[in-house]
């Protein structure tokens, strides 16, 4: 039994580390925002351990980036990637039954994506716009034109790496 605890511990951490580690690799989908690849290790994370350790991943990869790698004082971009892992991360604790008895992936990806895209349209609204210090008019059109379809693509390449490294996830003891 503590054995299994450690072992859930350390591939907390390495994930965590992982995480930061791809935060740091960002690329333009939809410029000026960049996308990175850090919640690929929070959703192996959710699917092979639960929605505890994906949510502790995510923030554990926040608070590196805040500590070691972030040159911004603000922390209102790590505010947003952390509420985007757990919005991106929910399917999957409340569908995971689902998923077991073939209850279709891609189907559930974007569900997954839709509904993330849309919680995060308004958690940038309410949370991360006033802290940029953003205008609230006009808010609205800049979301959905620009915000939305911005997770809807970050999403859809996470859920597509994630589905490609799935096969090989059964590997891992826990």
């Known amino acids: 039994m503590k054995n ?12 965590s580390a992982m995480s930061a580690v791809l935060f740091m690799f960002e690329f333009p989908i ?8 850090s919640d690929l290790p929070v959703i192996i994370a959710t699917v092979t351990m639960g929605w505890i350790p994906g949510i502790c991943v995510a923030l554990l990869k926040n608070l590196l980036h805040i500590i070691f790698i972030s040159k911004n004082p603000m922390i209102a971009g790590e505010i947003a990637n952390f509420l985007y892992a757990v919005c991106i991360l929910a399917p ?15 189907v559930f990806a974007a569900i997954s994506v839709v509904l993330a895209a849309v ?31 911005f997770n809807l693509v970050k999403g859809g390449i996470l859920f597509a790496l994630y589905y490609l490294i799935e096969p090989y996830l059964h590997r891992i003891k826990l």
Do not use: C
């Open 119 to 149: 919680v995060m349209n308004v958690l940038n609204y309410y949370i991360t716009f006033p802290l940029f210090h953003l205008s609230k008019n006009g808010a609205w059109e800049i979301l959905f034109a620009t915000y939305f379809p």
């Open 30 to 37: 939809m410029p000026p925002l960049q996308m990175d690849l």
């Open 4 to 15: 299994n605890k450690t072992r859930k511990m350390v591939y907390i951490a390495f994930l």
């Open 92 to 106: 999957f604790a409340i569908y995971k039954p689902q998923l077991k008895h073939g209850f279709n992936k891609i």
